[in-house]
């Protein structure tokens, strides 16, 4: 099924000391893009989610509130 004209926001946990870091994230926005749809928004890519916990915490609520307000208010 076709996606034509829905939006997306995709993020990722990873561990950067991979080769592949976030991949399913990449491999999900080509596969957004190739079926019609469209990323709205820079994807988050979370490094080691457990360790500083806090500035992850952060990071999340900073980029749920940007997409919030960019996206879904009306």
């Known amino acids: ?18 080769d592949k870091f976030c991949g399913a994230v990449e491999y ?11 990323v709205v928004n ?7 989610y457990y ?4 500035l992850k915490i952060k990071e999340v609520g900073d980029w749920a509130s940007k997409l919030w307000n960019n996206y879904f208010i009306f």
């Open 1 to 18: 099924k076709q996606l034509i004209g829905k939006e997306f926001a995709l993020f990722g946990l990873g561990n950067s000391t991979y």
């Open 28 to 38: 999900m926005q080509d596969f957004v893009k190739n079926v019609g749809g469209e």
């Open 42 to 48: 820079q994807p988050l890519k979370i490094d080691n």
């Open 51 to 54: 360790q500083d916990n806090e």
